[in-house]
């Protein structure tokens, strides 16, 4: 679903570190990313330094995370010739497991797991650093419009009954940084930074856990840094 375009007065100061940009200027920041068809835009907000930062989780989160979403709803992206045509799909036949490749006009709904994070210890008032995430999952199955017929396809073409292997990443401390950039981009075009305190950007700018175990935004939990998932369906080929 395309979102309403919108673009905010320039800023004209980076909304991170606050800085003029210097001779390098300032860039427009999309609060919800480009990647997940963000067109809400605040133009000269971002200092060449502080998109780097933000690219970078960013990236993580579009590739690993929802990267065959993307492929499969044709999400927006600046490298359409660098996309694949092809994706692996594990699956399972008279219990041995095996990759093959198929279209990606022929492949299968998939899965996004989607980390449940506690409020942090700013709302919370929980000492800060001290409390851990006693975090949940959320899966969330993506259908394609045409799925059954994918579907089909997929069984004709294997010959005999199998059941799909769905797996993915999600990179937990990544995501929280997108929560948090959306959460803040979005506050300064509607409110302007004047208009509160801003909690976030420390946030945004640590490279580390370890580094935001000192924020009351972030409790972390040790060795939650990444979701790695397997699951086994067979109920998806109920396709006549």
């Not at 004709?156 to 797996?167: A, N, T, Y």
Request: positive net charge.
């Amino acid at each position: 679903m395309a979102l309403e375009q919108r673009e905010f007065k320039p800023i004209n100061f980076c909304i991170y570190c606050g800085s003029d940009g210097g001779s390098d200027g300032l860039r427009r920041e999309h609060i919800l990313p480009f990647f997940l068809g963000g067109s809400h835009v605040l133009p000269k907000a971002s200092c060449r330094r502080c998109e780097g930062i933000t690219r970078d989780f960013e990236q993580s989160c579009a590739r690993h995370m929802f990267g065959r979403l993307r492929l499969l709803t044709h999400g927006p992206t600046r490298n359409k010739k660098q996309r694949p045509t092809e994706l692996p799909l594990h699956i399972e036949i008279d219990g041995v497991g095996q990759t093959i490749s198929v279209a990606i006009n022929d492949y299968p709904a998939t899965a996004v797991a989607f980390p449940v994070f506690e409020p942090p210890d700013i709302i919370t008032l929980a000492p800060t650093g001290q409390k851990t995430i006693k975090g949940s999952v959320s899966f969330v199955m993506v259908p394609v419009p045409d799925n059954d017929a994918r579907l089909r396809r997929l069984r004709d073409r294997v010959g005999k009954p199998f059941s799909l292997k769905i797996d993915g990443d999600t990179p937990i401390f990544p995501f929280a940084k997108l929560l948090a950039k959306i959460a803040h981009a979005g506050a300064i075009g509607e409110y302007g930074l004047g208009s509160f305190q801003p909690f976030l950007t420390d946030f945004i700018w640590v490279q580390t856990r370890m580094q935001a175990a000192t924020l009351a935004v972030w409790p972390p939990r040790h060795g939650w840094s990444s979701l790695s998932f397997s699951m086994e369906c067979t109920d998806l080929f109920s396709a006549p």
